[in-house]
């Protein structure tokens, strides 16, 4: 056995031997998600205090914003108001970057070498000197300011803070959470609540779905009237399609100013934002506005009811990739993420069947059945293969629904696992990268309590926390080099029957605190009852805070 493993092991047990004391006065280290090793020692305390500062290089103004950002938390969850006094050597908190190497040499390695779950790693000392905070990059800062935030919840100054060693390092590099801004609108201010406790969480994707048949939301400028007019529905059916619809213009999007905004917003927070272009199918926001870009000519509502619409582009229009060029150009434009989704979920064939342009595409492309994949969901992989170049032309990787696999993977697509498990495990088989979000426990828009009659009403299903928390992406199906194209797993979060930040918070919370385990800690350290103890402090946090979440847990 080696010895940092050996050293690991001591830190595991000491950390479970040793539980801190919980009391107000005391930092509690054993947050959520919970840090890779803890060694504390609970007989000794440095207590933290008014005044004392906060040492950091002010040269850099990424560590210099991490600095303010611990000095805010620190003051809202401890009531200690500490000071900046950038590159002060004799602080009491000292923020850090470790000088990496221009190259990898036998005790350290270049930043260039290092995973993403490395550049987000960090390390915090807490002695008789103070707080010493060290990361490879400012990342790591950020999620070590963040285990202070929720270690430091206590009633007032001093805080006593054990004396400890603290390492931590996310598990996988990948750490996604979706949100659905189509099915109902949620304003900037909202979404930037939700990034930011995607971020107190240490979760660094957003996979933002921002077209659907209900509404499309992002502004093209070349297609003004795209979002003008495809981002509002006359009305919307009340329950679950019962017939019966409000009467109310629903309405919203997000212009690409705001886009812009909330990506700048979110990336000072370490979260990337992917977003979604649903396509070919969920497109009648797009048709209304464009009929001609269905096949059957439309008129299409923007739909005021749910489910899946068999209206969708049309494959033979060569008007339909122009369409599609433009929305996806303009969305490169504005949004800088390596990964662009472009949805390809439940896109039925019926009209590409009886379309006559769409039965002369797929014979010009010479596609014919080949007892596994139909011609039309090789048609539907046509359209993949141009949207990956177009994409692949400006550096972005495409990130299709497990559906994209139907037709016949493209090379370079990433599938995301969502019904169940089996496309992500076919994929990985295929060497393609893989996000894992099976709907069977990661779909938090599911009821989260067996007792449906004393919640909101919702799309069904039941997804208890413990379930997302006892979630293992990677499938004992698959040997260790399959495993290895599984980026991460993801929580989605569809909006059809969730119209409000409150519901929206009360579904989020607490199964992103249980996805949040999945995606960061090791699965040695998982414990579903140590879990549970350590939730209350993070409801506390969420109290503070105003959010909204469900207080019972299944
Ligand atoms: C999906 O839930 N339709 C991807
Ligand atoms: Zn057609």
């Not at 005790?107 to 490395?118: G, S």
């Not at 979920?345 to 059945?369: N, S, V």
């Amino acid at each position: 056995m080696t010895r940092p493993f050996l050293r690991c092991i001591v830190a595991l047990c000491a950390a479970m031997l040793l539980p801190l004391p919980t009391n107000a006065q005391t930092a509690d280290y054993r947050v959520i998600p919970l840090p890779t090793s803890i060694v504390a020692d609970t007989t000794r305390t440095f207590a933290l205090n008014d005044g004392m500062g906060i040492a950091y290089d002010s040269s850099n103004p990424d560590i210099s914003r991490n600095a303010q950002f611990l000095k805010q938390w620190v003051a809202e969850v401890a009531g200690v108001q500490l000071q900046l006094t950038p590159d002060n050597k004799k602080a009491a908190i000292q923020l850090a970057i470790r000088k990496a190497p221009a190259k990898t040499t036998k005790k350290a390695k270049a930043l260039a070498d290092m995973t993403p779950q490395e550049l987000a790693a960090y390390d915090i000392t807490v002695d008789a000197r103070g707080i010493r905070i060290t990361a490879n990059t400012d990342e790591g800062l950020f999620h070590a300011a963040q285990t202070l935030r929720k270690s430091l919840l206590a009633a007032k100054a001093p805080v006593r803070m054990p004396f400890a060693t603290i390492h931590d390092q996310p598990r996988f590099e990948y750490r996604g959470v979706h949100l659905d801004v189509a099915r109902h609108y949620f304003s900037v201010p909202v979404v930037k609540q939700y990034i930011d406790l995607m971020a107190m969480h240490g979760c660094n994707q957003l996979h933002w779905h921002i077209t659907e048949d209900q509404g499309w939301r992002f502004e093209v400028k070349a297609l003004p009237e795209l979002a003008r007019k495809g981002s509002i529905r006359e009305q919307t059916v009340i329950g679950r399609n019962t017939g019966v619809y409000d009467g109310q213009r629903y309405g919203g999007y997000y212009t690409q100013e705001e886009c812009r905004e909330l990506v700048n917003y979110a990336a000072q927070r370490y979260v990337n934002i992917i977003p979604e272009i649903d396509l070919p199918g969920h497109m009648m926001g797009a048709l209304h506005v464009f009929p001609n870009l269905g096949c059957t000519g439309g008129p299409y509502p923007v739909w005021p009811h749910w489910g899946v619409s068999r209206e969708v582009l049309c494959a033979g229009n060569p008007e339909t990739l122009t369409f599609l060029k433009t929305v996806l150009g303009e969305l490169c434009d504005v949004f800088p993420s390596k990964y662009i989704h472009i949805g390809g979920d439940e896109c039925p064939k019926q009209r590409w069947k009886q379309c006559p342009k769409c039965q002369a595409k797929a014979q010009e492309l010479g596609l014919t059945d080949d007892g596994q994949h139909s011609v039309e969901n090789q048609l539907q992989t046509w359209i993949n293969h141009e949207m990956e170049a177009f994409l692949r032309e400006r550096g972005r990787d495409m990130i299709g629904w497990d559906e994209v696999l139907e037709g016949g993977l493209t090379e370079s697509g990433i599938v995301m696992s969502w019904r169940g498990v089996k496309g992500g495990i076919a994929a990985a088989r295929e060497k393609h990268r893989v996000i894992m979000s099976p709907n069977s426990h990661c779909y938090i828009d599911y009821y989260q309590l067996k007792e449906q009659w004393n919640q909101p009403e919702g799309i069904g299903g039941y997804l208890p926390t413990s379930k997302v928390y006892g979630y293992e992406p990677l499938s004992d199906e698959l040997t260790d080099e399959e495993k290895s194209y599984i980026l991460g797993p993801q929580v989605n979060l569809w909006t059809e029957y969730v119209a409000f930040p409150q519901h929206l918070f009360y579904m989020l919370l607490p199964r992103l605190d249980a996805i949040s385990e999945v995606q960061w800690s090791q699965p040695g350290q998982k414990d579903f009852d140590d879990f549970c103890r350590r939730l209350p402090r993070m409801k506390r946090l969420y109290d503070s805070l105003g959010i909204n979440y469900c207080h019972a847990i299944e």
